[in-house]
């Protein structure tokens, strides 16, 4: 495991918080300087979720949080849940489930392949079980006929959907600025927009929220958000700041689609790394980083714009891309 650490979790964080037992550490922000930004006329920060825990980390820890706590409220001791070879949820779910003492079982889409990837053996090497569909069944996943062959099969589970994305992974991710001091535009790569509809629901009407979809023709999740929003508000759970904040989805960095990659992207984040020693995934924060500084060079944002990146994690998917 030890590569885990030296890749995800580089830092000695000093500030600590507490979930439950566990210990996470307070996200760090970081400035970045750079002569683009400078130029630019503002001033640009990472929130780094990527450091509160070596292994539960990043957005998709935000997104389980009140999954966990439903699923103990619940009495339910085993977890189930969907996602791709090289899933950030499964990887986290796999590690939470242990960290928090559920059984957890995963459901993988496509057939095995062995030797078992990184993702994967970590998930096994934490208790988790795996199970595989074929994709045609995979996408039944969110079917309540599937859901209830998967209870006659595995007795009773809680089922955390993929990804973590439903409302309760929202609500944690109201809480991904509570640390955080205040900034006029705050950034995010987005899959489902899951993420992106926790943040917003804790910006006020002065901030602004901007969304990097890293899917091809990104524009679909502009009606997927809303009603998202919608929902949470008719589900009347908490949030920080219900006035409607002003958003945006930019839909031009996906680089060819979900987990596609070119020399250019490959490049960049070699380099921001190097300068910055901030490491980035490919399939999500380094797309939306490319795009802020990018727009950066385009003149997009106002001149002393105070602008935060959200480094949601997923650095264990690197594994797979090398
Ligand atoms: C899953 C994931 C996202 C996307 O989250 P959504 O809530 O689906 O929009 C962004 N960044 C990373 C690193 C992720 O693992």
């Known amino acids: 495991m030890n590569v885990y650490q030296d890749l995800m979790f580089p830092m000695n964080a000093d500030k600590s918080v507490f979930e439950g037992n566990e210990k996470f550490y307070i996200p760090p922000t970081q400035q970045i300087h750079s002569e683009i930004i400078e130029t630019a006329g503002v001033e640009m920060f990472v929130l780094r979720l990527d450091l509160m825990h070596p292994w539960v980390n990043g957005n998709k820890w935000y997104k ?21 070879a090289y899933s950030n949820h499964i990887f986290a779910t796999a590690a939470a489930g242990k960290l928090f003492g559920f059984q957890t079982i ?4 496509g057939e095995e392949t062995l030797p078992l990837n990184p993702t994967l053996s970590f998930a096994i090497e934490q ?5 595989y569909l074929n994709r045609a069944s995979y996408r039944q ?9 998967l209870r006659e099969r595995y007795g009773e589970v809680f089922i955390i959907p993929e990804g973590g994305s439903n409302l309760n992974g929202v609500r944690g991710c109201t809480e991904i600025l509570q640390q955080a001091e ?14 992106f509809a926790g943040i917003l629901l804790s910006l006020t009407q002065q901030q602004k929220g901007i969304a990097f979809p890293i899917l091809k023709n990104g524009s679909f999740l502009q009606p997927e958000i809303a009603t998202l929003l919608q ?3 008719a589900a009347n759970l908490p949030a920080p700041n219900k006035f409607a904040c002003s958003w945006e989805l930019i839909c031009d960095y996906h ?6 990659v070119n020399d250019e992207l490959l490049n960049f984040t070699q380099q921001f790394q190097q300068n910055h020693s901030v490491p980035l995934d490919y399939v999500y924060t380094a797309k939306m980083f490319y795009g802020v500084m990018d727009l950066l060079q385009q003149g997009f944002f106002s001149k002393g714009d105070r602008i935060l990146l959200i480094h949601t994690g997923g650095l ?6 090398q």
Do not use: H, P, W
């Not at 205040?182 to 993420?195: I, Y």
């Not at 264990?316 to 891309?321: D, F, S, T, Y």
């Open 127 to 131: 208790g988790m079980q795996l199970v």
């Open 316 to 321: 264990q998917g690197n594994l797979g891309i």
């Open 64 to 84: 389980l949080k009140y999954n966990l706590l439903e699923a103990q409220e619940k009495n339910f001791s085993t977890l189930l849940t969907f996602g791709g």
């Open 106 to 109: 995963g459901v993988i889409r």
């Open 255 to 260: 680089f060819g689609g979900y987990a596609k």
């Open 231 to 233: 929902n949470y508000f």
């Open 141 to 149: 996943r969110n079917s309540t006929e599937l859901q209830a062959e």
């Open 182 to 195: 205040n900034f006029d535009v705050v950034c995010v790569a987005c899959g489902t927009g899951t993420t």
